[in-house]
């Protein structure tokens, strides 16, 4: 923390230091150039001089004016503490102004008066006294600024826990979303395997009960991760699919077609696994010959696309308000937590006939990232 305070003032030194001395400079400049054009006579470079350096307090005085612009803040104008400590800064850098242009005028005699400058209780009060406007003026415009500044730091402070809680709550929902899915993929098994206890189909059960307990633990060992390599996302598929086959034997047909340099993209967790119990529950189930499941990606134009095809029923003209389960619905969501709008999810009859589900997203690949 302290590490971070030092970086973070020294630019703001750097640039109060640039400022005052552009301000210093054009002031000097300005005036004796001014004077004489118009023919006056004056002790040029000890005037320039004395201009330069009379900012100087001004200078060393603004990291107090900032300091206390965040201790005592415009918002708190109605406070007396706010107004009395802002009111005596602003007096004791005057004094010290009015004293230090005073002792410079006093050393250098930079208008060139005979026999020489007042004495310097004099010139301190007549400065200190003259200078008052611009005194509150110069505070103000350095307590503005101050206030400004804070608040910009305060509002990318806000943005960036905002976007930091977003960000946590995005993972906390698709977290849940991901949650309700599991759960429903292992109800449906467990419902497949008490069919087939019911069906004294010992052996088969037995099988499909060991194909879950590999999946589930698979699972459970990426929990935590919301995106996979599409390869481990196709282990996970194919895993889901032998569950299947224990339950479905010679009527479940299986084809992947999936090239190989796409293996690294990165795709979300669980995201094939429901589109596939979709093509089964729908497709494969409802016929007494069973039925082919194919998968296929490819990649095009920077996005990458994810298909399950299978040759069952064509869908119902109302299906988007009878076959929108819990897996189709969360996968939905959880698109729309990772992607916002950068995909596109379809479900559509081919010719001749099946149905096909689709899933377009950004290609993003593991390699890339490295």
């Known amino acids: 923390m302290h590490a971070l305070r030092i970086r973070s003032e020294t630019p703001r030194w750097f640039w109060i230091a640039a400022i005052w001395s552009g301000i210093a400079l054009f002031d000097a400049t300005q005036?004796?150039?001014?004077?004489?054009?118009?023919?006056?006579?004056?002790?040029?470079?000890?005037?320039f001089v004395t201009l330069l350096l009379s900012w100087l307090p001004w200078a060393l005085a603004t990291p107090l004016v900032l300091r206390l612009g965040r201790q005592y803040p415009p918002a708190r104008w109605r406070r007396f503490s706010t107004w009395g400590s802002h009111l005596s800064a602003c007096a004791t850098i005057g004094l010290a102004y009015a004293a230090w242009t005073a002792s410079l005028e006093e050393l250098l005699n930079p208008w060139a008066k005979l026999p020489g400058p007042d004495p310097f209780a004099n010139l301190w009060l007549h400065k200190f006294y003259d200078g008052l406007l611009s005194y509150l003026i110069l505070y103000g415009v350095i307590l503005m600024v101050s206030y400004l500044l804070d608040s910009r730091e305060r509002l990318a402070l806000q943005q960036t826990e905002t976007a930091h809680l977003n960000e946590e709550l995005s993972k906390a929902q698709l977290n849940a979303l991901r949650k309700q899915i599991e759960p429903h993929f292992l109800f449906n098994t467990l419902s497949a395997i008490s069919g087939l206890v019911r069906e004294k189909r010992t052996d088969a059960a037995v099988s499909m009960i060991a194909g879950l307990s590999d999946f589930l633990r698979r699972v459970l060992e990426d929990s935590g991760r919301q995106q996979v390599t599409l390869a481990e996302e196709l282990e996970f598929a194919q895993k889901y699919l032998d569950i299947q086959k224990v339950r479905f034997a010679e009527r479940l047909?299986?084809?992947?077609?999936?090239?190989?340099?796409?293996?690294?993209?990165?795709?979300?967790?669980?995201?094939?696994?429901?589109?596939?119990?979709?093509?089964?529950?729908?497709?494969?189930?409802?016929?007494?010959?069973?039925?082919?499941?194919?998968?296929?990606?490819?990649?095009?134009?920077?996005?990458?696309?994810?298909?399950?095809?299978?040759?069952?029923?064509?869908?119902?003209?109302?299906?988007?308000?009878?076959?929108?389960?819990?897996?189709?619905?969360?996968?939905?969501?959880?698109?729309?937590?990772?992607?916002?709008?950068?995909?596109?999810?379809?479900?559509?009859?081919?010719?001749?006939?099946?149905?096909?589900?689709?899933?377009?997203?950004?290609?993003?690949?593991?390699?890339?990232?490295?």
């Open 31 to 47: 005036t004796v150039f001014v004077m004489r054009a118009e023919g006056m006579h004056h002790a040029w470079a000890q005037l």
């Open 253 to 370: 047909q299986v084809s992947v077609n999936v090239p190989g340099e796409l293996f690294l993209a990165q795709v979300p967790s669980l995201i094939l696994q429901p589109m596939v119990e979709n093509a089964i529950k729908h497709g494969i189930a409802k016929r007494v010959q069973g039925g082919a499941i194919r998968i296929a990606a490819f990649r095009s134009n920077g996005r990458l696309t994810l298909s399950v095809y299978n040759d069952g029923p064509s869908l119902p003209a109302e299906w988007q308000t009878t076959h929108s389960g819990i897996g189709i619905s969360n996968v939905r969501t959880r698109l729309q937590g990772l992607y916002g709008d950068a995909f596109e999810w379809s479900m559509r009859n081919r010719e001749p006939g099946g149905v096909e589900v689709s899933l377009s997203l950004p290609f993003i690949s593991l390699s890339s990232k490295d």
